[in-house]
């Protein structure tokens, strides 16, 4: 039996493993089998090592990712809509900051004010790098440690952090990998798109490079779940405070542009964190949910986006106006 199911890694390799020229991509079928298997911790350390640098090689096509992302969602723990007409939003961090602050934190939590509710998950381990798991700590928000516990996170604060380990361990596995093989694999694209809400919440998909968003647009679009598509800030998923990202709202397989990225120069730097570590960051947060600080304006933009993608506004120019109104204080003015 186990040549057998060695004979059958061999077919994959062969098929991803010929260069960037001479490889051909698997079929949905294959990769869902395949990705299945690699969750599972049935692939053994050499051909695993095969398997992921192929795909590295070759990039994975839209079908594989639909696959892999198939098999991913088969072994992520499930979550409970909440009840309401609003829509829950989902908030991966997977990167971290070095050089700027990671205000990833700020992000859920102006959405918790609105009453919006809120799963951000993650690592907790920074590997250098300043990590939302970190910056929570500091600002008294600790994660829970399975999804029972973030259910009812959810129904008593309308915010619950849940590290990967506990959504997906599977696929926290294969993140793991990249410390030992000096690379990033597919699970470092899919992590950013795991929506525990059996596809129903809005996820908030962060991508670093243009390839990226194009792949994760097609994947989103094809599967017609409800996202916020945006060039991430350092990886992470709150739009740059410096220069609006394009955000893209999709749904239904449809892709609405809410806000055209900013080119221009900027007229005046934003207030910001004095310093990248989670204390300084944390403090920066506290300061403008008091009002004493403003809010950068492009994450107010992604935030009226978040209130119309949710459902909590009827409409986009509806929520441009609520973010307008509650907020009063908190914004750097203009439009």
Not at 178 to 197: D, E, T, Y
């Amino acid at each position: 039996m186990q040549p057998e199911i060695r004979l059958s890694y061999a077919q994959f390799i062969k098929e991803i493993g010929r260069g960037a020229e001479g490889a051909r991509d698997l079929s949905r079928e294959d990769a869902q089998q395949l990705y299945a298997a690699m969750l599972d911790g049935g692939v053994p350390d050499l051909e695993m090592g095969a398997i992921i640098l192929g795909l590295r090689v070759k990039g994975e096509s839209l079908d594989e990712m639909l696959g892999f992302l198939a098999a991913t969602d088969d072994r992520t723990h499930r979550l409970d809509m909440p009840h309401g007409r609003v829509r829950p939003v989902v908030v991966p961090t997977y990167n971290g900051s070095r050089k700027d602050a990671n205000l990833t934190p700020l992000l859920p939590l102006l959405l918790q004010r609105f009453g919006v509710p809120v799963v951000v998950h993650g690592l907790l381990e920074g590997y250098g790098r300043v990590t939302t798991a970190q910056i929570f700590r500091e600002l008294g928000i600790m994660p829970v440690a399975s999804t029972t516990q973030a259910q009812l996170a959810l129904e008593e604060k309308g915010l619950a952090f849940l590290p990967l380990s506990g959504l997906c361990p599977g696929i926290h596995n294969l993140l793991a990998l990249r410390s030992r093989m000096g690379v990033r694999n597919s699970a470092h694209s899919l992590v950013k798109l795991l929506n525990p809400f059996r596809g129903e919440a809005v996820v908030v998909a962060p991508a670093t490079h243009p390839d990226f968003l194009d792949l994760m647009r097609d994947i989103l679009a094809a599967r017609g779940n409800r996202a916020l598509l945006l060039r991430g800030t350092e990886g992470e998923p709150f739009a740059n405070p410096k220069r609006r990202p394009r955000l893209e709202f999709i749904h239904d397989g449809e892709v609405e542009i809410l806000f055209e990225a900013e080119h221009e120069s900027l007229r005046a730097l934003p207030n910001l964190p004095e310093a990248n570590d989670a204390v300084s960051t944390a403090k920066w947060i506290r300061r403008v949910l008091d009002k004493q600080v403003p809010l950068p304006k492009p994450i107010a933009n992604q935030l009226a986006c978040l209130l119309f993608a949710s459902g909590y506004a009827e409409d986009f120019n509806q929520a441009k106006a609520i973010v307008a109104v509650e907020a009063t204080g908190l914004l750097m003015g203009g439009n």
